[in-house]
């Protein structure tokens, strides 16, 4: 019998390894899951000069090819992968600032590929989609919607964010349960324009706002002993889960399970969690995860974002709300 826990495993594997081909309403969140956050700008403080994205030109690596292209250009691709078209323009503005800030910051900080600057890889660096993509997937929708993302890029041409002068590490994610987190609590690393806000999405904005995981006993201790061998499950099963501990935003900072310390993060990769926010249970039958938003948690919601924009939040204050501290510099 197929275990449960692996299922879901893979078919989060694949949606990373796939954001071409994500749906037009769903929301990929996989780039800045990788933590990049233990990267600091070189020393000598070098910065980035302000221009229009149509100025400046990218090399940017898709699959096995290399493409030259403006900012322009590759931020169309980049934000109609990461955030539903359908979203308010504002939200969409302020993930165009973002994209554009992720991008300009992972150039600075080291380039990852010897031929290009930036690659279509979600995993590396950002979620990306072609023209032809968009056409194929929005079909008879595609002028309205590529024109609605196409505005929010050129409405804030240029534009990035910045702390202490220099561009800042613009995560974001899918949505959060109330609070985003502190990078110092997801990542080997801290900014002080990455610290835990409030969120204002809600189970009735986001869809899958609470999922659910449930693992077999004999597959739950088996995941555990398969990285912690030192781990004990020999008594009842009702005693294999001991003490929780949350961190200051709600998510699991660690777990004992099997009288071994588990870091929340760990969790959530070991079973494929939507993110570290959950409760874990032991049903009489099986152990159930009861997960709530999805993805690391830290920096922008890009539910969140929405929400606000619904509000009559401008793109200006959705960002600054989510990295405090913040400038927004304009070319």
Excluded at 35 to 56: F, M, N, R
Aim: aromatic content about 8%.
């Amino acid at each position: 019998m197929k275990r449960i826990i692996l299922v879901s495993v893979v078919l989060l594997l694949i949606a990373a390894a796939l954001p071409a081909l994500l749906a037009p309403d769903s929301v990929s969140a996989t780039a800045p899951d990788k933590s990049p956050a233990v990267t600091a700008l070189p020393a000598a403080g070098l910065s980035w000069q302000p221009e229009s994205d149509e100025k400046k030109t990218l090399t940017v690596l898709d699959g096995d090819k290399t493409e030259k292209m403006t900012m322009h250009d590759y931020l169309i691709g980049v934000v109609a992968a990461e955030m539903p078209v359908k979203f308010e323009p504002e939200a969409l503005k302020a993930q165009a600032v973002a994209a554009r800030t992720y991008t300009v910051y992972g150039m600075l900080t080291g380039n990852k590929h010897d031929n290009a600057d930036v690659c279509t890889d979600s995993a590396c660096c950002q979620a990306w989609r072609s023209t032809d993509n968009m056409k194929t997937s929005w079909g008879d929708s595609f002028e309205s919607n590529f024109e609605k993302i196409t505005a929010a890029v050129e409405a804030t041409d240029g534009q990035y964010l910045i702390y202490q002068g220099q561009p800042i590490l613009a995560a974001f994610h899918s949505s959060s349960g109330g609070r985003t987190e502190n990078s110092a609590d997801a990542w080997a690393g801290s900014r002080d324009y990455l610290v835990s806000v409030t969120s204002p999405e809600t189970e009735k904005d986001v869809p899958n706002f609470t999922s659910t995981v449930t693992s077999s006993p004999l597959d739950f201790r088996d995941t555990i002993l398969s990285k912690h061998p030192e781990a004990d499950f020999t008594g009842k099963r009702t005693a294999w889960i001991g003490k929780i501990t949350k961190d200051a935003a709600g998510r699991v900072k660690t777990a004992v399970l099997g009288g071994v310390e588990i870091a929340g993060t760990e969790l959530r990769e070991l079973f494929g969690l939507r993110s570290t926010e959950f409760k874990l249970e032991y049903d009489g039958a099986d152990f159930v995860f009861t997960v709530t938003g999805y993805g690391h948690g830290v920096g922008m919601s890009q539910y969140g974002a929405n929400v606000m924009a619904g509000n009559g939040a401008k793109y200006e204050a959705i960002l600054s709300h989510y990295f405090p501290g913040i400038e927004l510099k304009k070319a």
